[in-house]
């Protein structure tokens, strides 16, 4: 499986079977659900807001390694930032998982998040890294709807 | 016993490599792949006699119409239905169950009746009640499942009552691969009043199918489920419904005589065949019904029974493996779910891809009985008559690889 090396990275494995900040924020004062209705992944997840900044962050939920990873170090990542700081990571993460473009200037670093570039060949799973993602623009924007990636 | 080698070499697609080894296709549940006899009666039908049926008053309209009316009572034969005129082409399974909720189900359920389903229904069993209950103020009710993924029965006297309407239920569930007692339940129902649809999607593929001793009213199941192409299903039905029921689309073909405000209907079965139908496919079909029938299905029967058996025997020795259905192969057929602890089904497909080994992974189109196994998703992979046990081994191997990359992770 040398070729899968590159998708499932030791530290994706490591985020998969030991989610961080997997807990639901019991002070919350933002939240949103995702879901994948192809695989039936499902995420929630919590957030404080102190002003922009995302003070803390919590999700809950299943799904595959990809996803619940992806999760997890988003919300390591998010964690501290503003609102537009975290937007832009997930500009540059989309960018990242989907091999659609190089970064354009002025990018944020990605850090650990670039575990994730292997995704970018496997295009069936782009939507389990960018579900934690587009629930997190959806709890931040205040949505009410469930996000779903079809 | 089927000579799977010669079988083999019917489909070219099962030499092909995939991921830089030997494709083992074990997604039959979903579509199964085509003998070269199928594809080629496609090819010929466009290259040399393509033409509408019904219609024309030359030769070649004559031939089409002559091959496609041909592959009506070969389908008859093969389910054992005496009348050709009791089959209806379709686009599929989902269509043919739609067609009897519209057009039996607008005429004849009314408010507080009752149509029985069970929990393991794939949704295009589910879904077309659900449209017809919220319409109509009728109540849907659901025979549950065992532990081990069989019907529960014990409670169906309060299920199955005079308020029954409709009894609809999979011969063979895709998810856990259970062989219903469809006889008895349908016997149950009729004594009840209420009429019996089978969802027949994978029980006609694998199993030997005779509906009049089934004595069900509906049965829909679809071409490209057994060797067929995509494109064509089937519902038979008794005629007595089928000749009282209202039709389901309108438009050509279907009618006797049409005014500018009312029309009538044609003759069964063309009464239900709306507008040019899927005339290639439909032919093709009978080419993948002749490759069955030659085989026999008894034979499919026993093969997949045989495969099921070893399969389950060695999948049961990986570490940490759940194993969803029945124990007992003669209560299932070819298809087998399962997860790993700890490992998503969805990880699970995708590193079995990297062997070549192509199952599939999700909610098989059955939410609800997911809820029901408290599982997000399962891998399955489900067998056909070329499937080897040097394939299930592959199976097995590759399953054992998931489990050994993903307990790495575990601290
Ligand atoms: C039990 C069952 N019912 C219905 C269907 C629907 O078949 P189709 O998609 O051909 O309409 C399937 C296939 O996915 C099935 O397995």
Redesign the interface.
Known sequence: ?S??RD??Q?VI??H???PRNFRKLEDADHQAEGNNP?????INLYLKMDGEVIADIGFQG?????S?ASASMMTESVKGKTRAEAEALFQRFHELVTGEAEASPGAPELGKLAVFAGVRD?PI?VK?ATLPWHTLRAALEEKQETVSTE | MLDVQAIRKDFDILGREM?GKPLVYLDNAATTQKPRVVIEALVEYYRNYNANIHRGIYYLSELATEKYEQVREKTARFIGAPDPATIIFTRNTTEAINLVAYAWGRQYIEPGDEIVLTEMEHHSNLVPWQLLAQEKGARLRHIGITEDGRLALDDLDEIITERTKLLSITRMSNVLGTINPVKPLIDRAHAKGAICLIDGAQGVPHLPTEVLELDCDFLAFSAHKMLGPTGVGVLYGKREWLERMPPFLGGGDMISRVWLDRATWNKLPWKYEAGTPNIADVIAFGAALDYLEQIGMEAVRAHERELTAYALEQLSRVPGIRIFGPRHVEDRGGVISFDLE??????IG??LD??GVAIR???HCC?PL?ERLDV??TARASFYIYNTEEEVDRLVEAVR?VER??S????
């Open positions: 499986m070729d899968l998708l499932y030791e494995l490591d998969g079977k030991n192809l695989c039936g992944d499902r299943r799904g595959c390694a990809i619940t496997y799973r389990c | 991921r700890g490992v998503h089904p969805h990880d995708q590193l990297a062997e992974a999700g909610h939410q997911m997000s998703a690889k990359v993903f790495r992770a575990v601290n």
